[in-house]
C-alpha cells in the first residue's frame, strides 16, 4: 500500500519490525501452501474419492484466501482514506486468525491514521508479542 511507504523511509526500529512481519508472512504463506499441497496428496493417496478429506484440505485454503482477501480489502479501503472501514475489516481477519501479526499491524497504522493512538500503540505492542513469540519458539 502506497501510504505505508517504502520499508527504507521508516525509522530503523520500524524498518525491524516490518522486516520480521514481512518474514512471519512469507513463513506462513509457504507453510500453508505447503500442508495444503501434502494434504491434499495424502487425500488423494489414501482415498481420491474421499470428499470428506478433499473438502477438509479444500476449507484450509479457503480459509488462508479469506485471511488475505480481509488483509487486503482492508488496505484498500485505508488507500482510499475510509480509515474505519478498514479497522472493521482488520477485526475480521483478527477474528478469524488472532495469532497472525499482519492484521494487527495494518490495523495500527489505520488507527494511528484516524488519530486512535491508544489502539494504535495497543496494536504495535500486539504486532512485537506475537513476533517475539513465533521467533522464541523457532
Not at 521508516?10 to 524498518?15: A, I, S
Not at 491508544?118 to 504486532?127: E, G, I, L, N
Request: proline share 4%; hydrophobic share 35%; glycine share 4%.
Amino acid at each position: 500500500c502506497e501510504s505505508h511507504g517504502p520499508l527504507n523511509e521508516l525509522p530503523p526500529d520500524l524498518q525491524a519490525v516490518m522486516q520480521g512481519l514481512l518474514e512471519v508472512q512469507q513463513e506462513i504463506i509457504l507453510v500453508a501452501f505447503r500442508n495444503w499441497a501434502i494434504a491434499f496428496e495424502a487425500a488423494h493417496q489414501r482415498k481420491p474419492d474421499d470428499q470428506t478429506t478433499i473438502d477438509w484440505v479444500s476449507q484450509n485454503f479457503r480459509d488462508l484466501v479469506y485471511y488475505d482477501l480481509k488483509n487486503l480489502k482492508g488496505l484498500q479501503y485505508e488507500h482510499l482514506g475510509q480509515y474505519e472501514r478498514a479497522i472493521q475489516e482488520y477485526d475480521e481477519a483478527i477474528t478469524f486468525d488472532p495469532e497472525h501479526p499482519m492484521a494487527y499491524s495494518n490495523r495500527g497504522h489505520a488507527n494511528e491514521q484516524s488519530g486512535n493512538v491508544k489502539d494504535a500503540s495497543r496494536d504495535r505492542d500486539k504486532v512485537l508479542q506475537l513476533i517475539e513469540s513465533r521467533r522464541s519458539t523457532q
